[in-house]
């Protein structure tokens, strides 16, 4: 009887530790990839992106062509950013991505736009997730040879705001336009969402700059690896500067 007795109190106890919340550093991650057209379905690489993520990872695109950081709380999407964090912590650790830029840069002040990031941050740190800064996409857009870098000065505004706020960003504007750079204008036009359109992309555009986002995230959080499929063959065509399909 004694050995019943014994038991019991222990199952309950093994009971009660498996029905425990998991530990956050044990859950794998959700992402929720905030942003412009660059970004969004349909021209951007967060698709791509949650494409190359490994079970039991998941995340979604709440993307907006034409956003802004002011016009993404006014159409009520940070509002759905926040409600997802709520209702994924129970099973996953919440990655907020937010890459801004494009159409801020036409309509507000860098001060303005490191205000807005700012807040952005503080709310998706405060609702539990971690926040990850990610500078512009780079436009394809040459002269004299070489991409026109007219979004240096939002880069440099969004990695001080991600430095101030002592979270992580990754310079996704740097690498494209690097990567761009290498390949020359003629190969970019390979990725043009429609002919002439130098700002969005295609699917092809969208693996490619998706499994660029991958990399730089891995650089940063390489305890991440276990949660995004690997594509060898991309990664090192995209880090050597080599044009890439997006059929690798």
């Known amino acids: 009887m004694k050995f019943f007795q014994v038991l019991f109190p222990l199952a309950t106890l093994l009971?009660?530790?498996?029905?425990?919340?998991?530990?956050?550093?044990?859950?794998?991650p959700y992402f929720i990839l905030?942003?412009?057209?660059?970004?969004?379905?349909?021209?951007g690489w967060g698709?791509?992106?949650?494409?190359?993520?490994?079970?039991?990872?998941a995340g979604i695109n709440p993307a907006k062509s034409g956003a802004t950081t002011v016009s993404f709380r006014a159409d009520g999407r940070w509002a759905g950013v926040l409600q997802s964090i709520a209702d994924n912590l129970e099973e996953f650790r919440p990655i907020v991505t937010i890459q801004f830029g494009h159409n801020d840069q036409k309509v507000m002040t860098t001060e303005e736009y490191q205000s807005n990031l700012t807040s952005l941050i503080t709310e998706a740190k405060d609702a539990g997730a971690t926040p990850i800064?990610?500078?512009?996409?780079?436009?394809?857009?040459?002269?004299?040879?070489?991409?026109?870098q007219n979004l240096e000065e939002w880069r440099q505004a969004a990695i001080a705001t991600a430095e101030e706020n002592c979270i992580k960003w990754l310079?996704?504007?740097i690498a494209s336009t690097n990567y761009v750079n290498a390949i020359g204008s003629e190969n970019a036009t390979y990725?043009?969402?429609?002919?002439?359109d130098k700002t969005h992309l295609n699917?092809?555009?969208?693996?490619?700059?998706?499994r660029m986002v991958a990399d730089l995230l891995l650089e940063?959080?390489?305890?991440?690896?276990?949660?995004?499929?690997?594509?060898?063959?991309?990664?090192?065509?995209?880090?050597?500067?080599e044009f890439a399909t997006g059929d690798e």
């Open 133 to 148: 800064i990610i500078t512009s996409l780079t436009r394809r857009r040459f002269s004299g040879g070489s991409v026109i």
């Open 171 to 173: 310079d996704l504007n």
């Open 15 to 28: 009971g009660q530790i498996n029905a425990a919340p998991k530990p956050q550093s044990n859950k794998p």
């Open 203 to 210: 699917v092809a555009g969208e693996t490619v700059f998706a």
């Open 34 to 43: 905030t942003g412009d057209s660059t970004v969004a379905v349909n021209g």
């Open 220 to 241: 940063k959080r390489p305890d991440l690896s276990p949660f995004i499929i690997p594509n060898k063959a991309l990664s090192d065509k995209i880090w050597a500067g």
């Open 191 to 196: 990725y043009d969402l429609s002919s002439g």
């Open 47 to 57: 698709d791509g992106f949650l494409r190359d993520l490994r079970e039991p990872a």
